[in-house]
């Protein structure tokens, strides 16, 4: 039992490293950047499963809040919080945990992809990257109408669907399809390292 508990501070370290690496891939695109740290904190989630789900996100938002330059674009701090887009990154961990939730804790048994197994984790994965978008969504539209950036004939949601979300959905959509064959790869391998054999899905 000892064992398996300093492998899942390993594994949970290891992966908000892997995060954190994440803030170095930035695609500029309009208000917001393409990243890949919102599917990082996804995959995370769901290839640890249950109640560790969250564990690597926090830590990564941890390190950023203290001052590494881990977030995207290497920037850090309370002031990228209270930016347009700061709401993003509690979704990021609201988005880890949900996906984790429903992933479920991954067991040796997965090894053989099974239909149910496989829509699982799908679903599993769409949920968080959709789920991430609320609070940045909520927090961009109270920012864009309080510095009264909503044009004339937008609402300020109809602004924050343009400038955030809608441009990158087919990305989202493309991070996605990459995630879900990664994670049913990798969960039942995990498994083996992190709790019992005995364990099931």
Same mark, same amino acid.
């Given at each position: 039992?000892?064992?398996? /508990?300093?492998?899942?501070? *390993? &594994?949970?370290?290891? &992966? ?19 990243? =890949? ?7 995370? %989630?769901?290839?640890l499963g ?5 564990? $690597? +996100?926090? =830590? ?8 590494? $330059?881990?977030?995207?674009? !290497?920037?850090?701090?309370?002031? #990228?919080?209270?930016?347009?887009t700061g709401? &993003?990154l509690p979704?990021?961990?609201? %988005?880890?945990?949900?996906? !984790?939730?429903?992933? %479920?804790?991954? *067991?040796?048994?997965? @090894? @053989?992809?099974?239909? @149910?197994?496989?829509?699982?984790? *799908?679903?599993?994965?769409?949920? %968080?990257? #959709?789920? =991430?978008?609320? $609070?940045? #969504?909520?927090? &961009?539209?109270?920012?864009? /109408? ?8 937008? +609402?300020?949601?109809?602004? +924050? ?12 959509? =493309?991070? +996605? ?19 019992? /054999?005995?364990?099931?899905?």
């Open positions: 039992m000892k064992n398996k /508990n300093v492998l899942k501070i *390993s &594994f949970i370290a290891l &992966f908000a490293a892997i995060i954190c690496v994440g803030c170095f891939i930035r695609i500029p695109l309009g208000v917001i950047p393409i990243v =890949l740290q919102n599917v990082l904190c996804i995959l995370c %989630g769901v290839l249950g109640l560790l789900a969250g564990a $690597p +996100t926090a =830590l990564f938002l941890l390190a950023g809040l203290i001052g590494l $330059p881990v977030y995207s674009g !290497g920037t850090s701090g309370l002031a #990228v919080w209270m930016g347009p709401g &993003f979704g990021y961990l609201l %988005g880890a945990l949900v996906a !984790g939730f429903i992933a %479920g804790k991954p *067991s040796v048994e997965q @090894k @053989k992809i099974t239909w @149910k197994n496989a829509l699982r984790v *799908s679903l599993a994965i769409l949920a %968080g990257m #959709v789920i =991430l978008y609320i $609070p940045g #969504v909520i927090r &961009f539209s109270f920012w864009a /109408n309080a510095a009264g950036k909503v044009p004339a004939d937008k +609402t300020a949601f109809a602004y +924050t669907m343009a400038a955030c979300v809608i441009p990158y959905i087919p990305g989202d959509l =493309l991070k +996605t399809v990459v995630a879900i064959p990664v994670a049913l790869k990798l969960r039942p391998i995990l498994a083996q390292y992190l709790y019992e /054999n005995t364990d099931k899905d």
